[in-house]
T-cell receptor, first 111, second 112 residues
Framework: AQSVTQPDIHITVSEGASLELRCNYS??????LFWYVQSPGQGLQLLLK??????LVQGIKGFEAEFKRSQSSFNLRKPSVHWSDAAEYFC?????????FGTGTRLQVFP | DAMVIQNPRYQVTQFGKPVTLSCSQT?????MYWYQQKSSQAPKLLFH???????NEADTPDNFQSRRPNTSFCFLDIRSPGLGDAAMYLC???????????FGPGTRLTVT
């Protein structure tokens, strides 16, 4: 069965530090992968997606993610975190007709 | 500019009193989704429409129903809300079945 695992429930970083959020997936075919961000009380906003091609994907707000088939991973990175990046981050894999979400990682940013 | 609109943003209903949540889209997307999200959890898919075809998730309670009268609008009906149905309800749309989804801002439902 398809599944997505985000091992880190909560991450705290200092403003200006680098960030990596982990995502591992289980999917039989070539996956369609997504990262979404959710600010408190808001809907989800797409940061980036991977369908095929270049395994390093650039997204909005300075985020990037790298698809590694051998590790079944799609980790999200940002070289320098801003206080406004504090939010909940969800990794998802596209199945036949739906998205399967991970449980999310809450990012806290200290000044 | 708004692409997926949800009304109301906040809804309070009484235990057992039917409630309807609304979603509209200006994207002309084929697929519309309803999710339930409880605090600190991932969104849980309730059902979706591909055009007029309704697809219910196996574990969605019968208490939850949906209507899609046209391409632009989709409604979530909760026939007899219980305290456990208090949650954020998110509507999303996509062009096709494995495309990226565009989410609305959500409706926060409180059951008293």
């Amino acid at each position: 069965a398809q599944s997505v695992t985000q091992p880190d429930i909560h991450i705290t970083v200092s403003e200006g530090a680098s960030l990596e959020l982990r995502c591992n997936y289980s999917y039989g075919a070539t996956p369609y992968l997504f990262w979404y961000v959710q600010s408190p009380g808001q809907g989800l906003q797409l940061l980036l997606k991977y369908f095929s091609g270049d395994t390093l994907v650039q997204g909005i707000k300075g985020f990037e993610a790298e698809f590694k088939r051998s590790q079944s991973s799609f980790n999200l990175r940002k070289p320098s975190v801003h206080w406004s990046d504090a939010a909940e981050y969800f990794c998802a894999v596209g199945s036949t007709d739906k998205l399967i979400f991970g449980t999310g990682t809450r990012l806290q940013v200290f000044p | 500019d708004a692409m997926v609109i949800q009304n109301p943003r906040y809804q309070v209903t009484q235990f057992g009193k039917p409630v309807t949540l609304s979603c509209s889209q200006t994207l002309n997307h084929n697929v519309m989704y309803w999710y339930q999200q409880k605090s600190s959890q991932a969104p849980k898919l309730l059902f979706h429409y591909y055009d007029k075809d309704f697809n219910n998730e196996a574990d969605t309670p019968d208490n939850f129903q949906s209507r899609r009268p046209n391409t632009s609008f989709c409604f979530l009906d909760i026939r007899s809300p219980g305290l456990g149905d208090a949650a954020m309800y998110l509507c999303a749309t996509s062009r096709g079945s494995v495309d990226e989804q565009y989410f609305g801002p959500g409706t926060r439902l409180t059951v008293t």
